[in-house]
C-alpha cells in the first residue's frame, strides 16, 4: 500500500509508538513534524529513513523556513497528534493545541488534504475543568468542522515505550525513591490505554480509511492504587506506597511548581486525577480488527523492554 502519511507532533508518545507500526505495514513515505528538537532527535536516531521537520505549527502560519506546509502536498493521510498535555502556563495550550491547529487545518484545505486521523481526547467528556480539556474540546471542534473526511479518536490516558508524562515519570521516580505517594485513599477509577495498542487503531483506520467518532477506552478498569502497584511488579521497584493526605499532596505539588516551571505533575492534574470519570467501553478491537492487550502485559512490556523500555523523552 502507497501512502505519504504526515504526523504532527511526532516525537510525542504516539508518534515515537506509531511510526515504527506503519512501518511494520511497509507504509515508508513519512513525514514526521515536532517542535521539540532533542525528542526528534530521539526519532532521528531509531528512524533515520524518516523525513523530519523539526518545526511549530503555532509560530508561522506560512513563512516557516523549513516549509511544513509543503509536506501537505501529496499527502494521503494526515494525523493531528500534536498536543500541549502538561505545563502551568495557559497560553502554552491555547497556543500548541488551538492556534497550531487552525494554522495546520489552513494549509490542509489548501492542500486539499484527502484524510485526517483526528487524535482527540476522552476528556472532552469529561467533568473536569483544566486548560488541557478545554483546549482538547475546542482543537477536535476544529477539526471537525474543517470539512475533511476523518476519523476521530479519543483515547484514555495512556502508557507506553516512550512515555515521559503519566506512567513513565511515575514509574521512574518510583525506581528512585524508598517511599512512593499516593493522593487520599488512591481509590480513584483510572481506564489506562497501551499506546501500541492505540496506535494500531491508528494503523488500522489508515488502512481503511474508516471514518466516525470513537472513544478508544482501556478495557480495564483499575483504581490508581492499584495500578501503582501494577507498575511496581513490572518494573521491580523496591518503593513503599503510601497514602498521604489529599491536601497535603496537593500542597506539595503547589511547591514543586514554584521551582519547576515544567512540572510532570500538577495541582490541576491532580484535580482531573480525582475526578469521578467513567469513559464509555466500546468494542474498538473489534470495530478496527486489533488485540486489546492485557494490562499486566501492557506494563510487562512497557517497562521491561531491553531497549525501548531505557528510553525517556525529555520535558
Known amino acids: 500500500m502507497k501512502k505519504k502519511i504526515v504526523i504532527t507532533g511526532a ?16 507504509l515508508s513515505d513519512l513525514v514526521a513534524i515536532d517542535k521539540h528538537a532533542a525528542n526528534m532527535a530521539v ?31 501529496g499527502c494521503d493521510a494526515l494525523v493531528i497528534g500534536h498536543a500541549q498535555i502538561g505545563g502551568t502556563d495557559p497560553s502554552e495550550f491555547v497556543r500548541n493545541n488551538v492556534e497550531a491547529t487552525e494554522h495546520l487545518l489552513e ?17 472532552v467528556n469529561s467533568m473536569a475543568i483544566d486548560d488541557y480539556t478545554e483546549t482538547k474540546k475546542k482543537q477536535e471542534a476544529l477539526v471537525l468542522s474543517s470539512g475533511i473526511r476523518q476519523v476521530v479518536l479519543r483515547p484514555t490516558i495512556m502508557f507506553g515505550w516512550f512515555d515521559r508524562k503519566h506512567l513513565g515519570w511515575l514509574a521512574r521516580f518510583m525506581q528512585r525513591v ?3 505517594p499516593v493522593p487520599g485513599s488512591g481509590r480513584f477509577l483510572r481506564q489506562p490505554l ?15 480509511e474508516t471514518i466516525g467518532t470513537y472513544n478508544i477506552t482501556g478495557q480495564e478498569r483499575i483504581d490508581y492504587i492499584d495500578l501503582i502497584a501494577a507498575v511496581k511488579r ?13 491536601r497535603l499532596f496537593r500542597e506539595m505539588l503547589r511547591v514543586n511548581a514554584m521551582f519547576n516551571k515544567d512540572p510532570a505533575f500538577t495541582v490541576k492534574q491532580l484535580e482531573a486525577l480525582v475526578t469521578p470519570d467513567v469513559f464509555e467501553v466500546i468494542d474498538w478491537p473489534g470495530i478496527f480488527g486489533v488485540r486489546a492487550t ?6 510487562d512490556t512497557t517497562f521491561r523492554d531491553p531497549v525501548y523500555s531505557k528510553i525517556a523523552l525529555h520535558f
Open 194 to 208: 497501551f499506546a501500541g495498542d492505540f496506535c494500531n487503531v491508528i494503523v488500522s483506520s489508515i488502512e481503511h
Open 11 to 26: 516525537a510525542g508518545l504516539v508518534g515515537q509508538n506509531l511510526i515504527p507500526r506503519l512501518k511494520s505495514k511497509g
Open 234 to 246: 513490572a518494573t521491580s521497584a523496591k518503593a513503599h506506597i503510601q497514602k498521604v493526605p489529599y
Open 107 to 123: 494549509e490542509a484545505i489548501r492542500h486539499r488534504v484527502p484524510y485526517v486521523v483526528n487524535i482527540s481526547s476522552s476528556v
Open 43 to 73: 526519532l532521528e536516531q531509531h528512524h533515520p529513513e524518516v523525513r523530519t521537520l523539526c518545526c511549530n505549527l503555532a509560530a508561522s502560519n506560512g513563512t516557516s523556513s523549513l516549509r511544513w506546509q509543503d509536506e501537505l502536498a
Open 294 to 299: 492485557p494490562l499486566q502485559e501492557a506494563l
Open 178 to 180: 524508598p517511599v512512593f
